[in-house]
């Protein structure tokens, strides 16, 4: 733990850098945990018109109403049904809450700065330009996303 | 700006506004009531000016706090009779609050004060001017006018070496001074009127002085030397040790030490130099002013006057002559506060050669104007040479550009709260917490649900929620007599311009209504009362004719009728013609000429709020124009308001605005589409109807037409507008809801009608964008969400129908 930290010092990053992962199909993937805000059960969804398909409607958060996203839909993923592992992961991002549906939540992660690599720019997957890095965990690899890209722009409603 | 800061200064700027907005009206009631001012009035108008200048002063907001400074002088002479209060030092004291509230949203913005024009400074300027100008010149002469008296407090002894060769008669009016150098603050060359009176005065002072304090001055040297060295020392190693606060402190207790004692003695003018360099010791304390060698060195010229001036003594209080370089030094850095890092013109000026020392401090000590423009009026350096230094000066700055100030005022952002509401408050989330607890415990503690304890404590608990409903709703009340109080200047500055006199009567004010209704009326006000004293108020010769009071009267109220806020303005003046009304209708083709006299009045005038519309004869610069009353409809209906008008030739108009009470809760009917939910406020909703195929139409192009009751409606159907699978697809199994706005009403087919409720409206996110015809969302009983319709979106969705 000490020499880690000395290890972190060292980079020049001495802030936390945990990670809520959680998996969507085979990949497994990592949010900055500064930007969850809790982890929620499905809820009922309402379908509002005119959005993006990968907005899957609003729901009532206790009293709060915020829009919920679908990450598969978003990163144009087959879609499957949602089974009583599916979890939705609130986020805030600059002034909006939203909820992420994703198939399951993994665990929190610490994943030192200098263990994130830049994305391969090669590749034309869709979810490559929602990456921030690919996280080297052990042998394995988390894929960072970027929160702001992924909600993307407000007036980014047709895609 | 830091977090505490934002907070101080968003609270400074909200009371000032308040102030600013309670003063307006005083001031205008000042000026009507004439010749002699209300003493209570005045001390009214004062203590807010007071207050305000006490508060920027505390933030060091320097250019609001000397305009504050100046427009309480200008009370104090109001009070004292010393100043009358003429339409155009009312005038003066407007324009003042204009440009202090165009200020206060510059500071909002950026939490600094620059007074980058110089427009505050000739404001303030113009405003004493007024002030000395509005008495006649007999009261003058016999008493010294405050204003002229202070003036000369700032002017120091130098000036008598010096004001000799400037004719007194050259003392101009100068309210226009160019604003050259925008930084440099401003000046008044009032100072040559006053200083010999002033030179006089001194004069007196230090013989009587001197005289009866002459065996206290041996111990004042010996402690002044000391004191000075202590002084200089710690500016020494404030010189090779830039960062260090303690030197700072050092010198400037020893200088303060040092000025008392002066004081003390009566050395008027050695304090005074004390004085200057103590003050700009304090902006180098607190930041304002960067520790450059510039500026140390020129405490240290002033240390040595100083020192200078003591060895003299007790013989020659006179002062020595580098103690003017070194007072012109000091005035000059310390006119650099908030201005970091930028060399002054001054300096320049006396680094060049081009003016000597003793010209700068005259011109830095008349007032406050762009030294630069003094200089050169006075003939003290020529334009060419004040050009070249300018240059020098942009040079020397790197030139940095910086964005206008926003003028806009940005909406409050905080609310002021009755007390007594928040009491109110707190009370009922106690009484909620021991309801919850009731409920909790009702079942376990009798060991059944079915216990007599809980339907109670439910029932209170409904009870409860509802109360707080009510309390937390009237949070947002606030009274409207914010925005009315503006009004009354409008209606004084448009009376003014059209030389129409009109007394405007406000009632109500006390009336509340939502902070955002407050916020939204203002604008459409400020219209409709300059059209009302435009258009309807006469002229006083054709008032006359018409057997009127020449005074016109226009009557502001505000009530509450029913669910809504009626906020009405009546005038006493010509009225709407409803013959010109039409002509101009036909002329613009929005109704035949055949149809025109079947329209009733409240038809007709509903014409004047179509855009562009206007039967002014002459435009003028405050109406007439046909822009203005479109938006004060459109206005209105943001808050879903409605106006109505009535007109009487010769005798007046009636205009009343009819606002809802409350835009977080609206009445509205529950329907479903689909899975869908959506809520279509009750006020748009006509009726609701299961048509018969024998009434339905379908037009070629596949539009169904319907008709209810006599008349041909559009169908709209919400699953093909919206996207979404019906449950039902013929018009005869589902329901058509009516709704209108605006004259225009169509058809919704949905599939079917879930009920009346209260909804609490909720914004959707803004991270959906903007879905078309949806003004918000709501959560239903059971919590699940509705969509509330926006109900004029989806109408103008819809093609007219033939």
């Given at each position: 733990?000490?020499?880690?930290?000395?290890?972190?010092?060292?980079?020049?990053?001495?802030?936390?850098?945990?990670?809520?992962?959680?998996?969507?199909?085979?990949?497994?993937?990592?949010?900055?945990?500064?930007?969850?805000?809790?982890?929620?059960?499905?809820?009922?969804?309402?379908?509002?018109?005119?959005?993006?398909a990968?907005?899957?409607?609003?729901?009532?958060?206790?009293?709060?109403?915020?829009?919920?996203?679908?990450?598969?839909?978003?990163?144009?993923?087959?879609?499957?049904?949602?089974?009583?592992?599916?979890?939705?992961?609130?986020?805030?991002?600059?002034?909006?809450?939203?909820?992420?549906?994703v198939?399951r939540?993994?665990?929190?992660?610490?994943?030192?700065?200098?263990?994130?690599?830049?994305?391969?720019?090669?590749?034309?997957?869709?979810s490559?330009?929602?990456?921030?890095?690919?996280?080297?965990?052990?042998?394995?690899?988390?894929?960072?996303?970027?929160?702001?890209?992924?909600?993307?722009?407000?007036?980014?409603?047709?895609? | 700006?830091?977090?505490?800061?934002?907070?101080?200064?968003?609270?400074?700027?909200?009371?000032?506004?308040?102030?600013?907005?309670?003063?307006?009206?005083?001031?205008?009631?000042?000026?009507?009531?004439?010749?002699?001012?209300?003493?209570?009035?005045?001390?009214?108008?004062?203590?807010?000016?007071?207050?305000m200048?006490?508060?920027?002063?505390?933030?060091q907001?320097?250019?609001?706090?000397?305009?504050?400074?100046?427009?309480?002088?200008?009370?104090?002479?109001?009070?004292?009779?010393?100043?009358a209060?003429?339409?155009?030092?009312?005038?003066?004291?407007?324009?003042?609050?204009?440009?202090?509230?165009?200020?206060?949203?510059?500071?909002?913005?950026?939490?600094?004060?620059?007074?980058?024009?110089?427009?505050l400074?000739?404001?303030?300027?113009?405003?004493?001017?007024?002030?000395?100008?509005?008495?006649?010149?007999?009261?003058?002469?016999?008493?010294?006018?405050?204003?002229?008296?202070?003036?000369?407090?700032?002017?120091?002894?130098?000036?008598?070496?010096?004001?000799?060769?400037?004719?007194?008669?050259?003392?101009?009016?100068?309210?226009?001074?160019?604003?050259?150098?925008?930084e440099?603050?401003?000046?008044?060359?009032?100072?040559?009127?006053?200083?010999?009176?002033?030179e006089?005065?001194?004069?007196?002072?230090?013989?009587?002085?001197?005289?009866?304090?002459?065996?206290?001055?041996?111990?004042?040297?010996i402690?002044?030397?000391?004191?000075?060295?202590?002084?200089?020392?710690?500016?020494?190693?404030l010189?090779?040790?830039?960062?260090?606060?303690?030197?700072?402190?050092?010198?400037?207790?020893?200088?303060?030490?040092?000025?008392?004692?002066?004081?003390?003695?009566?050395?008027?003018?050695?304090?005074?130099?004390a004085?200057?360099?103590?003050?700009?010791?304090?902006?180098?304390?607190?930041?304002?002013?960067?520790?450059?060698?510039?500026?140390?060195?020129?405490?240290?010229?002033?240390?040595?006057?100083?020192?200078?001036?003591?060895?003299?003594?007790?013989?020659?209080?006179?002062?020595?002559?580098?103690?003017?370089?070194?007072?012109?030094?000091?005035q000059?850095?310390s006119?650099?506060?908030?201005?970091?890092?930028?060399?002054?013109?001054?300096?320049?000026?006396?680094?060049?050669?081009?003016?000597?020392?003793?010209?700068?401090?005259?011109?830095?000590?008349?007032?406050?104007?762009?030294?630069?423009?003094?200089?050169?009026?006075?003939?003290?350096?020529?334009?060419?040479?004040?050009?070249?230094?300018?240059?020098?000066?942009?040079?020397?700055?790197?030139?940095?550009?910086?964005?206008?100030?926003?003028?806009?005022?940005?909406?409050q952002?905080?609310?002021?709260?009755?007390?007594?509401?928040?009491?109110?408050?707190?009370?009922?989330?106690?009484?909620?917490?021991?309801?919850?607890?009731?409920?909790?415990?009702?079942?376990?503690?009798?060991?059944?649900?079915?216990?007599?304890?809980?339907?109670?404590?439910?029932?209170?608990?409904?009870?409860?929620?509802?109360?707080?409903?009510?309390?937390?709703?009237?949070?947002?009340?606030?009274?409207?007599?914010?925005?009315?109080?503006?009004?009354?200047?409008?209606?004084?500055?448009?009376?003014?311009?059209?030389?129409?006199?009109?007394?405007?009567?406000?009632?109500?004010?006390?009336?509340?209504v939502?902070?955002?209704?407050?916020?939204?009326?203002?604008?459409?006000?400020?219209?409709?009362?300059?059209?009302?004293?435009?258009?309807?108020?006469?002229?006083?010769?054709?008032?006359?004719?018409?057997?009127?009071?020449?005074?016109?009267?226009?009557?502001?109220?505000?009530?509450?009728?029913?669910?809504?806020?009626?906020?009405?303005?009546?005038d006493?003046?010509?009225?709407?013609?409803?013959?010109?009304?039409?002509?101009?209708?036909?002329?613009?083709?929005?109704?035949?000429?055949?149809?025109?006299?079947?329209?009733?009045?409240?038809?007709?005038?509903?014409?004047?709020f179509?855009?562009?519309?206007?039967?002014?004869?002459?435009?003028?610069?405050?109406?007439?124009?046909?822009?203005?009353?479109?938006?004060?409809?459109?206005?209105?209906?943001?808050?879903?308001?409605?106006?109505?008008?009535?007109?009487?030739?010769?005798?007046?108009?009636?205009?009343?605005?009819?606002?809802?009470?409350?835009?977080a809760?609206?009445?509205?009917?529950?329907?479903?589409?689909?899975?869908?939910?959506?809520?279509?406020?009750?006020?748009?909703?006509?009726?609701?109807?299961?048509?018969?195929?024998?009434?339905?139409?379908?037009l070629?192009?596949?539009?169904?037409?319907?008709?209810i009751?006599?008349?041909?409606?559009?169908?709209?159907?919400?699953?093909?507008?919206?996207?979404?699978?019906?449950?039902h697809?013929?018009?005869?199994?589902?329901?058509?809801?009516?709704?209108?706005?605006?004259?225009?009403?169509?058809?919704?087919?949905?599939?079917?009608?879930?009920?009346?409720?209260?909804?609490?409206?909720?914004?959707?996110?803004?991270?959906?964008?903007?879905?078309?015809?949806?003004?918000?969302?709501?959560?239903?009983?059971?919590?699940?969400?509705?969509?509330?319709?926006?109900?004029?979106?989806l109408?103008?969705?819809?093609?007219?129908?033939?």
């Amino acid at each position: 733990m000490e020499a880690k930290r000395i290890e972190e010092e060292e980079e020049g990053e001495s802030q936390l850098a945990k990670f809520l992962t959680f998996v969507l199909g085979a990949e497994t993937y990592a949010l900055d945990i500064r930007h969850v805000r809790e982890i929620i059960g499905m809820q009922k969804i309402t379908t509002v018109p005119d959005v993006p398909a990968y907005i899957k409607g609003v729901i009532n958060l206790r009293g709060k109403v915020i829009p919920v996203m679908d990450v598969r839909a978003r990163f144009r993923l087959p879609l499957r049904d949602y089974d009583d592992r599916t979890c939705i992961i609130v986020i805030h991002v600059r002034e909006w809450s939203v909820g992420l549906v994703v198939d399951r939540v993994s665990e929190v992660l610490d994943i030192p700065p200098h263990q994130i690599e830049p994305p391969p720019r090669v590749g034309g997957a869709t979810s490559a330009r929602f990456l921030e890095g690919m996280g080297k965990v052990g042998d394995q690899v988390r894929l960072v996303l970027n929160a702001e890209e992924l909600l993307g722009a407000p007036g980014e409603v047709v895609l | 700006m830091d977090d505490e800061t934002r907070e101080i200064v968003s609270s400074f700027v909200a009371e000032s506004r308040e102030a600013i907005d309670e003063v307006e009206p005083l001031l205008i009631e000042m000026s009507a009531s004439g010749e002699a001012p209300n003493a209570d009035v005045i001390a009214r108008v004062f203590r807010l000016f007071h207050s305000m200048k006490g508060s920027a002063s505390y933030l060091q907001f320097g250019s609001i706090e000397r305009i504050t400074h100046r427009a309480e002088t200008v009370l104090v002479d109001l009070r004292t009779g010393t100043a009358a209060p003429t339409p155009a030092l009312v005038e003066a004291l407007c324009q003042v609050l204009d440009a202090v509230r165009a200020r206060l949203a510059q500071v909002m913005e950026t939490g600094i004060d620059e007074d980058e024009s110089g427009e505050l400074e000739r404001l303030g300027f113009s405003l004493e001017e007024i002030s000395r100008r509005s008495v006649p010149s007999g009261v003058e002469s016999v008493t010294p006018v405050p204003t002229v008296a202070r003036a000369s407090v700032a002017t120091p002894i130098v000036l008598s070496a010096v004001t000799v060769a400037t004719p007194v008669s050259e003392s101009p009016s100068a309210v226009v001074v160019l604003p050259l150098v925008a930084e440099e603050a401003v000046a008044a060359p009032e100072a040559h009127a006053v200083a010999a009176p002033s030179e006089a005065r001194h004069a007196d002072e230090s013989t009587t002085d001197g005289v009866s304090l002459a065996d206290l001055v041996e111990p004042f040297i010996i402690e002044g030397r000391d004191l000075l060295d202590a002084c200089e020392q710690a500016l020494l190693s404030l010189e090779t040790d830039g960062e260090a606060s303690g030197p700072v402190a050092t010198a400037f207790r020893a200088l303060h030490s040092f000025k008392g004692n002066c004081g003390f003695l009566g050395y008027v003018e050695i304090e005074r130099l004390a004085h200057a360099a103590e003050t700009l010791l304090e902006a180098v304390k607190e930041g304002e002013v960067p520790r450059s060698p510039d500026v140390i060195g020129a405490l240290l010229t002033s240390v040595d006057a100083l020192r200078t001036a003591v060895s003299r003594l007790p013989g020659d209080s006179s002062f020595p002559e580098g103690a003017i370089r070194a007072a012109a030094l000091v005035q000059v850095e310390s006119d650099a506060r908030g201005v970091m890092g930028q060399t002054r013109i001054g300096r320049i000026l006396i680094e060049r050669g081009d003016i000597n020392a003793s010209d700068l401090v005259e011109a830095l000590d008349a007032d406050r104007a762009p030294v630069g423009t003094v200089l050169a009026e006075r003939g003290l350096v020529t334009p060419a040479r004040l050009d070249a230094a300018l240059g020098e000066q942009a040079q020397r700055r790197g030139v940095t550009a910086r964005a206008e100030a926003r003028q806009v005022e940005k909406p409050q952002t905080s609310l002021r709260v009755d007390v007594g509401k928040l009491d109110a408050l707190m009370d009922l989330v106690g009484e909620l917490i021991i309801a919850e607890t009731a409920v909790i415990h009702a079942p376990s503690s009798h060991g059944a649900v079915s216990s007599q304890e809980l339907p109670k404590a439910l029932a209170q608990l409904d009870r409860i929620t509802r109360s707080l409903q009510d309390v937390a709703m009237s949070l947002r009340m606030v009274p409207i007599d914010a925005t009315f109080r503006k009004m009354i200047r409008v209606v004084r500055d448009v009376a003014n311009k059209q030389g129409k006199q009109v007394a405007l009567r406000v009632e109500g004010e006390e009336t509340e209504v939502d902070k955002t209704v407050a916020e939204i009326i203002g604008d459409p006000l400020v219209h409709l009362l300059r059209n009302a004293v435009d258009h309807g108020i006469e002229m006083p010769e054709v008032r006359a004719a018409r057997g009127k009071p020449v005074e016109g009267t226009l009557k502001l109220t505000a009530s509450h009728v029913g669910g809504e806020i009626w906020v009405r303005i009546q005038d006493d003046g010509g009225g709407i013609s409803r013959t010109r009304v039409l002509e101009k209708a036909v002329e613009r083709g929005l109704v035949t000429a055949a149809a025109a006299p079947s329209l009733s009045d409240a038809d007709v005038f509903a014409f004047i709020f179509e855009a562009g519309f206007s039967t002014a004869a002459a435009v003028t610069d405050i109406s007439g124009r046909g822009v203005g009353m479109d938006v004060v409809k459109r206005q209105i209906e943001r808050v879903k308001g409605r106006i109505d008008i009535a007109s009487v030739p010769e005798q007046g108009t009636t205009i009343t605005l009819r606002i809802p009470l409350t835009l977080a809760i609206i009445e509205g009917m529950v329907v479903r589409v689909g899975d869908t939910s959506f809520t279509i406020p009750l006020l748009c909703i006509r009726e609701s109807v299961v048509p018969r195929s024998k009434d339905v139409t379908h037009l070629a192009d596949g539009e169904e037409i319907v008709r209810i009751r006599g008349q041909l409606l559009s169908v709209l159907r919400m699953h093909r507008f919206y996207g979404i699978e019906p449950l039902h697809e013929r018009l005869e199994d589902g329901i058509l809801v009516v709704v209108e706005d605006g004259g225009q009403a169509v058809c919704l087919f949905v599939d079917e009608l879930i009920g009346q409720r209260q909804t609490v409206i909720k914004g959707l996110s803004g991270f959906l964008g903007d879905p078309r015809s949806l003004s918000g969302c709501t959560v239903l009983g059971d919590g699940r969400i509705s969509l509330i319709l926006d109900v004029a979106g989806l109408i103008g969705a819809v093609p007219r129908a033939a």
